[in-house]
């Protein structure tokens, strides 16, 4: 069964306003990665957290994670409209060698 | 934008014909993966590759196969193309450690089989 789920799984909001999104996973993990597709593209890297850390910012992006509910949040503040995307949680399981993905949020930036 | 590179970015080709999706990543990473998407869905690792001469098969079963001759070539053959593999395929690659560090994507392979 997949290891990271994510919640909601479609997301629209207005221009400006803020986006959150959860990932929940069922095992102990060495770190947490979120990912952004655009359309018909590949994935790219926005933010890894490790097991031992709480909370991390990048520009607008902001993650939590809490080990002991085996979940994380992404938080993107102040919203564009080129933020519209897919978003993926991917967790790296302890004794894994490889990530697994969860099914995605659909964000939906509406001008 | 990640230097790896994927052709052909879309693919049409009928039932039984043999194809090679290829992925080049001049980044010299170690790691090397394939993944099976379908539209608005998760991923799924079909094949991985830790160095040249290494391959495994991912969660998901496929009937494609890879080969790692080169660190930075990782192709994916299709010997009888079905109906069934139309999908999109995204090629990615990693530096190796410890813990799985981050991925870096290509643009992927939208295959249909008719």
């Known amino acids: 069964s997949q290891q990271g789920e994510e919640d909601p799984q479609a997301l629209s909001i207005q221009e400006g306003e803020n986006a959150t999104m959860n990932c929940s996973y069922k095992?102990?993990?060495?770190?947490l990665q979120w990912y952004r597709q655009n359309s018909g593209r590949g994935l790219v890297h926005l933010i890894l957290?490790?097991?031992?850390?709480r909370e991390k910012h990048s520009g607008r992006l902001r993650v939590t994670l809490d080990t002991s509910k085996k979940s994380s949040s992404l938080l993107i503040t102040a919203s564009r409209a080129a933020d519209t995307a897919s978003y993926f949680c991917?967790?790296?399981?302890?004794?894994?060698?490889?990530?697994?993905f969860g099914q995605g949020t659909r964000l939906t930036i509406n001008p | 934008e990640a230097d790896i590179y994927q052709t052909p970015r879309y693919l049409v080709i009928g039932t039984g014909k043999k194809i090679t999706l290829e992925c080049s990543q001049t980044?010299?990473?170690?790691?090397m993966y394939w993944y099976q998407q379908d539209p608005g869905m998760e991923l799924h690792l079909i094949h991985y590759?830790?160095?040249?001469?290494?391959?495994e098969k991912g969660d998901l079963s496929s009937e494609s196969t890879v080969s790692r001759i080169r660190t930075e070539h990782f192709p994916l053959t299709l010997e009888s193309a079905r109906p069934s593999h139309t999908s999109q395929y995204l090629c990615?690659?990693?530096?190796?450690?410890?813990?799985?560090?981050?991925?870096?994507f290509g643009n992927g392979t939208r295959l249909t089989v008719t």
């Open positions: 990615a690659s990693s530096v190796s450690g410890v813990y799985n560090s981050p991925l870096h």
């Open positions: 095992t102990s993990i060495n770190n």
């Open positions: 957290i490790r097991s031992n850390e």
């Open positions: 991917a967790t790296d399981a302890w004794g894994a060698q490889k990530l697994v």
């Open positions: 980044m010299g990473h170690d790691k």
């Open positions: 590759s830790y160095g040249v001469n290494s391959t």
